[in-house]
């Protein structure tokens, strides 16, 4: 029990489009979802903690408007990466949380 | 905010000899601490968790303890085999809220046959 799943597993996109990553929680209801960041050899930053229904919160340093998040049910969270630049190039891995935390096995994104 | 401090920053062992990584925390309010295993290329496995009205729990190969007074927690592994090999986050949790958790810096555990 306790599956989370993201996809796309990798995405290669062009820099200025924008992509979309699918967190969802498989056998459990998740009112809370969080998005983390992580560079190669470096530990998870979290970028932003959200709520079935409600707006997400955000850490500071985080563009809001960059990185948008939609928590529209209580299995699904969507990270939206907009106008995407090779900077923004890293590993997205979201969690859920039933009593703990339940990650996904992240998401690859390479701006070219 | 809380701050968790972790090492080493890089572990090599012989197969069937024990590994210790060690964590401090600065949040007194923080009562959740999990460990993580991280395999390359993929997310971050709950291992093993502790709470801070316990001091030490096991799992098979696996234990943890906690010391709330001085603030730190170890991940203990025993009989270490080459599938151990990964990298460990350790980290903490306060109560309630939306139960953000702040990582450790991570522990690139290698285990040699």
């Known amino acids: 029990g306790a599956v989370v799943s993201q996809h796309p597993s990798w995405v290669i996109c062009k820099s200025g489009t924008s992509v979309k990553i699918e967190c969802r929680s498989l056998d459990f209801q998740a009112t809370t979802m969080f998005w983390y960041r992580q560079f190669p050899k470096q530990s998870l930053m979290l970028m932003a903690t959200s709520n079935e229904g409600s707006k997400a919160t955000y850490e500071q340093g985080v563009e809001k408007d960059k990185f948008l998040i939609n928590h529209a049910s209580l299995t699904l969270s969507t990270l939206t990466v907009t106008s995407a630049h090779p900077e923004d190039s890293s590993f997205y891995i979201c969690?859920?949380?039933?009593?703990?935390?339940?990650f996904g096995p992240g998401t690859r994104l390479t701006v070219l | 905010g809380e701050n968790v401090e972790q090492h080493p920053s890089t572990l090599s062992v012989q197969e069937g000899d024990s590994a210790v990584i060690k964590c401090t925390y600065s949040d007194s309010a923080s009562n959740y601490f999990p460990w993580y295993k991280q395999e390359l290329g993929k997310g971050p496995q709950l291992i093993i968790d502790i709470r801070s009205n316990v001091g030490e729990k096991k799992d098979q190969r696996i234990a943890v303890t906690l010391n709330k007074t001085a603030k730190h927690f170890s991940l203990h592994i025993t009989e270490t085999q080459p599938e151990d090999s990964a990298v460990y986050f350790c980290a903490a949790s306060r109560p309630g809220g939306y139960q953000k958790v702040t990582f450790g810096t991570g522990t690139k555990l290698q285990v040699i046959p």
């Open positions: 969690s859920a949380r039933y009593r703990e935390q339940f």
